[in-house]
């Protein structure tokens, strides 16, 4: 009786089957409202989204990334982490968005989580800025594989969308961790898309929707149901 099997999923003509067909395809420009801790809006548009993103995706490329890399985002700033996912998803990288210690200086749940990833998934590439870079070495590795976003920025966007295919992980997400270390779940391209067809068919939502996301982006509603 815990067990509920609903109509199956439309189908759609010309649905995306991964997830850079909804980045590419978005109306460049709708608009895009990032408020900060203070209140202050900051309107950008998926056109300048998928520019970013790009421009990131460059920068990893340039340092080796290749599809299937696992990358840990430690960003703060809601219009620091889309760009970033973006760039991984389009790359075909595999990126983790986890919470942001307070301090990288103090004992916390949050950096145990990050210790914790970066071994579980071998010591994967990290972005963050440039103000966390130094913290996160000290706590991690001297060497541990750092990549500042300002400086992924400053490189020339790459339009060259890696073809992954539906059933490839296309991100991982953290269980909260409540009783114990986070697991990390993949996810796949297919798994998302399908979820969130089968949500806008229930709810009937329509283009013409504006969303308001409250949520931080480490928690699964806020980047599968609210953005994708």
Same mark, same amino acid.
């Given at each position: 009786?815990?067990?509920?099997? %609903?109509?199956p999923?439309?189908?759609?003509?010309g649905?995306?089957?991964?997830?850079? *067909?909804?980045?590419?395809a978005?109306?460049?420009?709708?608009a895009? /409202?990032?408020? *900060?801790?203070?209140?202050?809006?900051?309107?950008?548009?998926?056109?300048?989204?998928?520019?970013?993103?790009?421009?990131?995706?460059?920068?990893?490329?340039?340092?080796g990334?290749?599809?299937?890399?696992?990358?840990?985002?430690?960003?703060?700033?809601?219009d620091?982490?889309?760009?970033?996912?973006?760039?991984?998803?389009?790359?075909?990288?595999?990126?983790?968005?986890?919470?942001?210690?307070?301090?990288?200086?103090?004992?916390?749940?949050?950096?145990?989580?990050?210790?914790?990833?970066?071994?579980?998934?071998?010591?994967?590439?990290?972005?963050?800025?440039?103000?966390?870079?130094?913290? /996160?070495?000290?706590?991690?590795?001297?060497?541990?594989?750092?990549?500042?976003?300002?400086?992924?920025?400053?490189?020339?966007?790459? %339009?060259?969308?890696?073809?992954?295919?539906?059933? *490839?992980?296309?991100?991982?997400?953290?269980?909260?961790?409540s009783t114990?270390?986070?697991?990390?779940?993949?996810?796949?391209?297919?798994?998302?898309?399908?979820?969130?067809?089968?949500?806008?068919?229930?709810?009937?939502?329509?283009? *013409?929707?504006v969303?308001?996301?409250?949520?931080?982006?480490?928690? /699964?509603?806020?980047?599968?149901?609210?953005?994708?």
């Amino acid at each position: 009786d815990a067990l509920r099997h %609903g109509d199956p999923v439309p189908d759609i003509d010309g649905a995306a089957r991964v997830l850079p *067909d909804l980045l590419l395809a978005a109306p460049r420009d709708t608009a895009l /409202i990032f408020i *900060d801790a203070e209140g202050g809006e900051r309107v950008e548009s998926y056109g300048f989204l998928l520019d970013e993103a790009q421009r990131r995706l460059g920068g990893l490329r340039q340092r080796g990334l290749k599809p299937g890399a696992k990358v840990l985002l430690q960003l703060d700033r809601n219009d620091a982490i889309l760009p970033a996912f973006w760039a991984c998803v389009l790359g075909g990288f595999a990126p983790t968005i986890m919470a942001v210690p307070l301090a990288y200086e103090v004992e916390s749940r949050a950096l145990d989580h990050l210790r914790h990833l970066w071994a579980l998934f071998e010591q994967p590439w990290i972005i963050t800025t440039r103000a966390r870079s130094a913290g /996160i070495r000290g706590v991690l590795a001297a060497d541990a594989a750092v990549a500042e976003i300002q400086t992924l920025r400053e490189h020339a966007p790459d %339009g060259e969308i890696y073809q992954a295919g539906p059933d *490839d992980v296309a991100f991982y997400t953290l269980s909260s961790g409540s009783t114990g270390l986070p697991k990390a779940v993949p996810l796949t391209h297919r798994n998302l898309l399908m979820r969130a067809r089968g949500v806008d068919a229930q709810s009937a939502h329509s283009a *013409d929707y504006v969303v308001l996301n409250w949520l931080p982006f480490d928690h /699964i509603g806020s980047i599968s149901d609210s953005h994708i």
